[in-house]
C-alpha cells in the first residue's frame, strides 16, 4: 500500500471545502462515515467549535490596495507557503486506498503542513520517504500517543527521528474516552503498534521525560485551559495545539475559538499556538489567526476530499482553504500573515459574548 493510485477526477460542482462531504459521505461504507464523522456525546462541543467561529465577525479595512497576498508562515525555525497542516488522524485508509500517502502528498503540493497520527495506517518511514524532498512542503510532524510500555514510546520517537520527522506532537485530551467497536476492513491496521499497545495518560512528568529523551521539539495537542498553557511554556513545551479533539472526545468541553482567545491572552508571544476544531474554511483561518494561532490545522474536511477523490480530493480541499484565506486577506486590506490582529474581529449582534477578548479595538 505504499504507492499512490492513479490521480482521480474531482467531483463536479465543488465550489467550497464543506461540499466534500456529502461526496465523501455517499462514496464511504457507513461503518468508515461513521469513524470519520464521530462525535463525543450529543454533538455539543462540535456544533460549538462551529458557532464560536461564525460568532466572530469580520471588520475589514479599506482604502489598503492589496497587489499580492503573501500567506508564508514561520514557526519553530521554519518557513512554509500557507497556515495549514493536516491534523493527525487515524486509520486514514479506511478513506481511500491512497491513505496517508495520499494525504501527505495533497499537503506537500500544496505547501501545507502534515502531522502523521501513531495509529497510521501507512508506516512513517514510507510517508516521510514520499515527501522528504518535496521543495515546496511544509513540516512533517509526527502525533503520539503515550504508551503504557515507555520503551515502546521510544522506539517510536527513535523511528520518528530516523525518519526525519521534525516534531512531536504529543496529544494529551484523549487517552480517556469511550470505547467504540471499529471493525476494521482485513488488511487495514494502526502500523506501528502492537496489537496489545495500550495507551495512558500522559501527566507533566512524562512531558519532562519525553523532552529529556528526544532533542526534536516537542508540541501539545488537547490544551484548552489558559493555567495548562502557561503551565506548558513553563514546561519548554515548543508550541500548543489548542484542540478539543474536534469534539470527539469531551462532549461539553469549550470550543477552541474561545479557548484560543483565552490562552493566547494568558501566554502573549510566550509559546507559538496552533488550533485545530470546525475549521471548514478560509475565513476560519483568517479568524484563527487574528485570534491569536501561527497555523491551522484541519480535520475532517481533508478526510473528506481524500474519500471523495483520493490525492486530489484532498489536496483541492486545502487548495480551497488556502484560496479562500488568500481572498479574505485582500478583502481586509491584509498582504501577510504579520498583519493580522484581533482587531479585525468584532462579534455578531447576539452572539455569544466574549468578554476575555479585551484588545484594543475588539467590540
Ligand atoms: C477520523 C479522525 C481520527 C482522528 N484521530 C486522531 C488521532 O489519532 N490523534 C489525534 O491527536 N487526533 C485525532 N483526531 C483529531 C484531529 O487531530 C483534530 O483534532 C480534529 O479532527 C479537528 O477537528 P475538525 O475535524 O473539526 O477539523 C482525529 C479526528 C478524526 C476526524
Not at 500522559?202 to 521525560?209: E, F, K, L, M, Y
Amino acid at each position: 500500500m505504499n504507492r499512490v493510485g492513479a490521480l482521480e477526477p474531482l467531483p463536479a460542482g465543488v465550489r467550497t471545502p464543506a461540499d466534500y462531504e456529502a461526496h465523501a459521505r455517499a462514496r464511504l461504507d457507513p461503518q468508515a462515515w461513521n469513524f470519520i464523522d464521530d462525535q463525543a456525546g450529543k454533538g455539543a462541543t462540535r456544533r460549538g467549535n462551529r458557532q464560536a467561529w461564525d460568532a466572530l465577525a469580520l471588520v475589514p479595512r479599506v482604502l489598503r490596495p492589496v497587489a499580492k497576498v503573501d500567506t508564508r508562515v514561520e514557526l519553530l525555525g521554519r518557513q512554509w507557503p500557507s497556515p495549514l497542516l493536516v491534523a493527525p488522524m487515524a486509520l486514514q485508509a479506511i478513506a481511500h486506498a491512497d491513505g496517508e500517502l495520499g494525504m501527505s502528498l495533497a499537503a506537500a503540493m500544496q505547501g501545507a503542513g502534515m502531522v502523521l497520527a501513531t495509529q497510521s495506517s501507512i508506516s512513517m518511514e514510507a510517508v516521510a520517504q514520499a515527501v522528504g524532498s518535496e521543495p515546496s512542503r511544509g513540516p512533517l510532524w509526527f502525533q503520539l500517543y503515550l504508551l503504557q510500555d515507555r520503551e515502546a514510546t521510544l522506539a517510536l520517537v527513535r523511528r520518528a527521528e530516523a525518519a526525519g520527522y521534525e516534531a512531536l506532537v504529543l496529544t494529551v485530551d484523549a487517552a480517556v474516552r469511550a470505547a467504540r467497536p471499529l471493525q476494521l476492513p482485513p488488511g487495514l491496521r494502526a502500523v506501528h503498534l502492537d496489537p496489545k499497545a495500550t495507551f495512558t495518560p500522559p501527566g507533566w512528568d512524562d512531558v519532562a521525560w519525553l523532552r529529556s529523551r528526544t532533542s526534536l521539539p516537542l508540541i501539545l495537542k488537547g490544551v484548552l485551559h489558559p493555567d495548562d498553557a502557561i503551565e506548558a511554556a513553563g514546561a519548554g513545551v515548543a508550541a500548543l495545539v489548542v484542540s478539543n479533539h474536534g469534539g470527539r472526545v469531551l462532549d461539553g468541553a469549550t470550543s477552541s475559538a474561545a479557548a484560543l482567545a483565552r490562552i493566547a491572552e494568558a501566554v502573549g508571544d510566550r509559546l507559538p499556538l496552533l488550533v485545530d476544531g470546525g475549521v471548514r474554511s478560509g475565513i476560519d483561518v483568517l479568524r484563527a489567526l487574528a485570534l491569536g494561532a501561527r497555523a491551522v490545522l484541519v480535520g475532517r474536511p481533508a478526510l473528506h476530499g481524500l474519500a471523495a477523490a483520493g490525492a486530489a480530493g484532498a489536496a483541492h480541499v486545502l487548495r480551497l482553504l488556502r484560496d479562500e484565506l488568500e481572498l479574505a486577506m485582500a478583502q481586509c486590506g491584509l498582504d501577510n500573515l504579520a498583519a493580522i490582529s484581533p482587531g479585525l474581529l468584532s462579534r455578531h449582534p447576539g452572539a455569544m459574548a466574549w468578554p476575555w477578548i479585551s484588545h484594543g479595538n475588539c467590540q
